[in-house]
């Protein structure tokens, strides 16, 4: 998908199964490479992370085979433990390769992307830790060479990341003895990832609060669901909330999305949550109080942006403080373009409600910075052409036709 057309002004308006999470099957599937066996994955999203995954695990010797909405994994043959540089500087989270490759080979050659992942998004928390379990970490020019197997211990993560506390949970599967991690990340994605690994015979405690304990156990294959995409439903609220619609989801869990539904109903929306369902109504919409990213249960910093565009033309002004991500208001041109009133100011952008948003011709960014875009161009109106929209299609499966499924006046080429 290189461009998309959008005729925007028509309320959203229908329902839509929500799609497996991306950020939950990206590690499950990385950690199929560090357990020898045969697994069947569930609820896996028709997103092209999960199709370079795939193949980055191919190339490693992984047996993968796609039908509709599963995927099986033959991992039990030998593999490989230099992935793909190409595949892998294609996604971030190539980087939880390092983790599984140590867990069952004691030796992981990950490659770097052009320098920029330890200048852009840093991986030092991942490498203290690793290091802090005896493993060996070189920094080449172009890879991170990582050797020994992990020995048991304490690890203290002084920040939640999500990436570390999964290379890490993923490393001390191989390791010697029991490791604990304190200060882990207690995403519902991590949660996903130690259900899964609990599934396959791991002894793991601790998942969903900052304190994790995983012990040596045999492990072997399992079968597993994945968690629905709380950051795809969030999306699709936003879109429904911009336009004044009605949108019913399914396949979800409400309680894993209370901060951005709180936001949404303060802004004057109805939202009835069922226990895998709910029902948003939007009306016109007023300003929410200030919103502020952070670590789960935070306010998440993957919904900053597309909340953003519901509230642009939310009557008085809101506040947006990104406390995760240096630069994620890169979508603010493109909603500028499309008439909306937003001052930015290091990790701060208000937003100042418009009566009305026109059609422009913008460029997406990034994955939720193109959400928010077309959300904007949902809610303006007149056409709106926005290129680069290829950044939808890492995480949003049949993003247009799902579009056009609620109503919208959308098309792609
Ligand atoms: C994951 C998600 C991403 C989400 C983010 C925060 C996946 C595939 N991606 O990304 O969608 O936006 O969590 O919820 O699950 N940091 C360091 N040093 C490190 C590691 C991280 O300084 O070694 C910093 C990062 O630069 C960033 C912050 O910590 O500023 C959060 O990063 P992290 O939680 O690791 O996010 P990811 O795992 O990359």
């Not at 939310?314 to 001052?343: K, N, Q, W």
């Not at 290129?387 to 056009?404: K, M, N, S, T, V």
Request: net charge neutral; with cysteine.
């Amino acid at each position: 998908m290189d461009t998309i057309y959008i005729t925007g002004g028509r309320p959203l308006a229908g329902t839509l199964a929500v799609q497996g999470s991306k950020n939950a099957v990206l590690p499950i599937l990385a950690a199929t490479a560090a357990i020898p066996g045969r697994f069947v994955l569930g609820n896996i999203p028709s997103i092209e992370d999960v199709r370079v995954t795939r193949a980055l695990l191919e190339g490693l010797g992984l047996q993968l085979c796609a039908l509709e909405d599963q995927i099986t994994v033959d991992s039990r043959g030998p593999i490989r433990s230099a992935p793909d540089p190409e595949l892998a500087g294609r996604l971030r989270s190539s980087v939880l390769l390092l983790g599984a490759l140590l867990a069952r080979l004691g030796r992981a050659e990950i490659p770097l992307p052009g320098g920029c992942v330890l200048g852009e998004r840093p991986l030092d928390l991942h490498l203290a830790a690793l290091k802090s379990l005896g493993v060996r970490v070189r920094l080449e020019e172009k890879r991170l060479l990582c050797t020994g197997r992990p020995k048991g211990g304490t690890v203290i993560l002084p920040y939640p990341s999500v990436g570390a506390t999964e290379n890490l949970i993923l490393a001390a599967l191989g390791a010697s003895g029991p490791v604990r991690l304190i200060g882990a990340a207690r995403e519902p994605e991590i949660q996903d990832l130690a259900d899964f690994l609990t599934a396959c015979g791991a002894k793991l405690s601790g998942a969903g609060t900052p304190c994790l304990r995983i012990e040596p156990a045999p492990l072997q294959g399992a079968e597993h669901r994945i968690l629905p995409d709380r950051m795809e439903a969030a999306s699709w609220l936003c879109a429904a909330a911009a336009t004044g619609g009605t949108l019913r989801l399914t396949d979800l869990c409400p309680d894993q999305l209370c901060p951005v539904l709180h936001v949404l109903r303060q802004a004057g929306c109805e939202i009835q949550a069922g226990e895998h369902d709910l029902t948003l109504r939007a009306a016109s919409l007023h300003a929410p109080g200030a919103i502020v990213t952070g670590p789960y249960p935070a306010f998440p910093t993957d919904a900053q942006a597309t909340v953003m565009a519901a509230l642009l033309r939310a009557s008085g002004s809101t506040l947006f403080r990104e406390t995760v991500f240096a630069d994620r208001f890169r979508h603010v041109p493109a909603l500028c373009a499309m008439g909306a009133r937003i001052e930015t100011a290091g990790d701060l952008a208000r937003v100042r409600g418009v009566p009305a948003l026109h059609g422009a011709e913008v460029r997406a960014t990034d994955l939720r910075g193109a959400a928010a875009t077309v959300i904007a161009a949902l809610a303006a109106e007149g056409k709106s052409v926005i290129h680069d929209a290829w950044h939808l299609d890492r995480g949003y499966g049949h993003f247009i036709e799902r579009l056009q499924l609620l109503g919208a006046e959308a098309f792609a080429e």
